[in-house]
């Protein structure tokens, strides 16, 4: 297939596999039919519609990227990244899964890669590069085929096939929008690479504009978090007190004992109450961070309106915590004593 052929079949063919419809498809009954939308079972049988749908759509697009051409063996030591990411991180248990698969049954589908634009005898991964890291842990060739592609194809064709996957995560897909913007492509490259409208991709670049560069790194992929909790998130970071609070938040114990789905719900809660607020005659309480020049717990002294709280996190946490606790009578004594002595002078 020629190099315009190519570029036409990923512009102009729908990305989705509700598109086709087998002849020997078996209807369900009028009463499944009429139970799908409903509740949470219709939740769930949407949900499980969905995922079924982007895997064979993942698997529509590679077979359409991959048509016509033949199949190689190539030493892995041979092959280099993407020249833009759109993973941040790789999920492990994935990985080792897909490892075990291919260690068990071989290497069934593909990768995509084109000859190395700056490195003769090398080549560039344009999708696969899970399955690249395989064939290389396991010692082993790795299967692929080649297609000299310009750089924008090469994009349009990673990106594609990676937004009909299911596990890319909204903020993997808005930093690899970000990135392309970066390296020069304009807005439709960037709305045919991930298949979204305009608008869409607006508002992914606004997210990763937004919200500074460190705490999406921090926060990592998400996976289970859907949009909307990044825009609102976006929409905090755009304080810069709020950015400030979110940057120091993402160094606690608290949030790197977290997983990445977790942190982002962490950063959204704790940021939720900030913004304009009614002048009062009294500053809010101000929260006093404390650690030890080992770093071995975290102390936050929180002030409030009729108390006053401690919160202890890191690997030290609980024994430190649990030592102030059969110490609080020497504690209280010695606070009295101070006080009495500060009256005094």
Not at 96 to 121: K, N
Not at 157 to 180: M, P, T, W
Request: charged content about 30%.
């Amino acid at each position: 297939m020629s190099r315009k052929n190519l570029l036409a079949s990923l512009t102009e063919r729908k990305l989705t596999a509700v598109n086709s419809s087998p002849s020997d498809a078996v209807s369900p009954s009028p009463a499944l039919e009429r139970n799908r939308n409903r509740g949470a079972f219709g939740a769930i049988t949407r949900s499980i519609d969905e995922l079924a749908e982007k895997a064979q759509a993942a698997k529509v697009m590679e077979a359409r990227l991959l048509e016509g051409a033949s199949i190689i063996e190539i030493d892995p030591e041979l092959v280099d990244a993407s020249f833009v990411a759109d993973r941040m991180g790789d999920d492990e248990a994935a990985f080792d899964e897909l490892l075990e698969a291919i260690r068990e049954q071989g290497q069934d589908s593909p990768i995509l890669v084109r000859p190395h634009p700056d490195a003769e005898g090398r080549y560039m991964i344009v999708f696969g590069h899970r399955r690249h890291r395989v064939a290389r842990t396991l010692g082993r060739k790795v299967r692929a085929v080649v297609r000299d592609l310009a750089d924008q194809e090469h994009v349009i064709a990673q990106g594609q096939e990676n937004s009909a996957r299911a596990d890319l995560s909204f903020i993997e897909k808005a930093v690899f929008a970000r990135n392309l913007e970066r390296n020069g492509y304009d807005r439709d490259v960037i709305m045919q690479a991930l298949a979204v409208d305009k608008s869409v991709v607006s508002k992914m670049i606004s997210v990763t504009s937004d919200i500074p560069a460190e705490i999406i790194e921090a926060v990592g992929p998400a996976r289970n978090s859907g949009r909307d909790r990044w825009y609102k998130l976006a929409i905090k970071c755009r304080d810069r007190a709020s950015a400030a609070r979110a940057a120091a938040l993402i160094s606690t114990g608290e949030f790197r004992n977290a997983d990445s789905d977790e942190r982002l719900s962490l950063l959204t809660r704790r940021l939720e109450g900030d913004g304009p607020k009614k002048k009062s005659g009294t500053r809010p309480p101000v929260e006093k961070p404390w650690a030890p020049r080992d770093k071995s717990v975290s102390v936050i002294a929180r002030p409030r309106a009729k108390g006053f709280s401690l919160d202890l996190t890191d690997k030290e946490a609980k024994p430190f915590g649990e030592w102030i606790s059969r110490n609080l009578d020497s504690l209280y004594e010695a606070f009295r004593t101070s006080e009495k002595t500060e009256q005094e002078n």
